[in-house]
């Protein structure tokens, strides 16, 4: 019974390495711009064939779904902030802009092109929104549905991609400068919330 149960774990932990390894050769394959992501490809990046691919998510598009929800998974994990550390929430997010910025930049122009782009930007629209929505829930708190909304848009807008490339990359700031420029505007924003 006990080697049973072995080999039941066994299997598990070795089909949840798979799943590991396709995701992340999808992900990677996908920050590299190629966003068809052909099965054959991501199979040989993940050293598995696309039978077995197909067998761990069914379908391409099931390969594209698990990838995407996976990506916003380690989005959402990077870029969390306590409530109310607007310091730590501008940190997190200049941090992720320095690394993902330029690709996200990049994504955002061929967004109406191509369908699989423009999910991921209205995911990660709306994933920055509930991020601004739970660090600055302190700023928000207590104010009516309206004012909410107004006040979440700028704090949103502060902190967003086209903020950060117009400091970093038209106006040539450092990334300490850049981030210190986004926590000023982030804190005025704040300011009028008190």
Same mark, same amino acid.
Request: net charge positive; proline share 3%.
């Given at each position: 019974?006990?080697?049973r149960?072995?080999?039941q774990?066994?299997?598990?932990?070795a089909t949840?390495r798979?799943?590991? =390894? *396709?995701l992340?050769?999808?992900?990677?394959?996908f920050?590299q711009?190629?966003?068809?992501?052909?099965?054959?490809? *991501? =199979?040989?990046?993940?050293?598995?064939?696309?039978?077995?691919?197909l067998r761990?998510?069914g379908?391409? $598009?099931?390969?594209l779904e698990?990838?995407?929800a996976?990506?916003e998974?380690? *989005?959402a994990?990077s870029?969390?902030?306590p409530?109310? $550390?607007?310091a730590? =929430?501008?940190?997190?997010l200049?941090?992720h802009y320095?690394?993902?910025? $330029?690709?996200?930049?990049?994504?955002?122009?061929?967004a109406?092109?191509?369908?699989?782009?423009?999910?991921?930007i209205e995911?990660?629209t709306?994933?920055?929104?509930?991020l601004?929505?739970?660090?600055?829930?302190?700023?928000?708190d207590?104010?009516?549905?309206?004012?909410r909304?107004?006040?979440a848009a700028?704090?949103a807008s502060?902190?967003? *991609?086209?903020v950060w490339?117009?400091l970093r990359?038209r106006h040539?700031?450092?990334?300490?400068e850049?981030?210190?420029?986004?926590?000023?505007?982030?804190?005025?924003?704040?300011?009028?919330?008190?």
């Amino acid at each position: 019974m006990a080697t049973r149960a072995y080999e039941q774990v066994a299997r598990a932990e070795a089909t949840e390495r798979t799943r590991r =390894a *396709v995701l992340d050769a999808a992900l990677s394959l996908f920050e590299q711009e190629h966003y068809d992501l052909p099965l054959d490809l *991501v =199979a040989e990046r993940a050293g598995v064939s696309t039978r077995t691919l197909l067998r761990h998510f069914g379908s391409k $598009d099931g390969m594209l779904e698990a990838a995407m929800a996976e990506g916003e998974t380690r *989005v959402a994990r990077s870029r969390a902030a306590p409530p109310g $550390d607007a310091a730590t =929430a501008v940190r997190r997010l200049v941090d992720h802009y320095e690394q993902m910025g $330029d690709g996200v930049l990049r994504r955002l122009a061929e967004a109406e092109r191509l369908p699989i782009l423009r999910r991921v930007i209205e995911n990660g629209t709306r994933m920055h929104l509930e991020l601004v929505e739970e660090a600055f829930a302190p700023d928000l708190d207590g104010l009516g549905t309206r004012e909410r909304k107004r006040r979440a848009a700028l704090l949103a807008s502060v902190t967003d *991609v086209y903020v950060w490339a117009l400091l970093r990359r038209r106006h040539g700031l450092s990334r300490k400068e850049t981030e210190a420029a986004i926590r000023g505007l982030v804190d005025h924003a704040r300011g009028e919330s008190r």
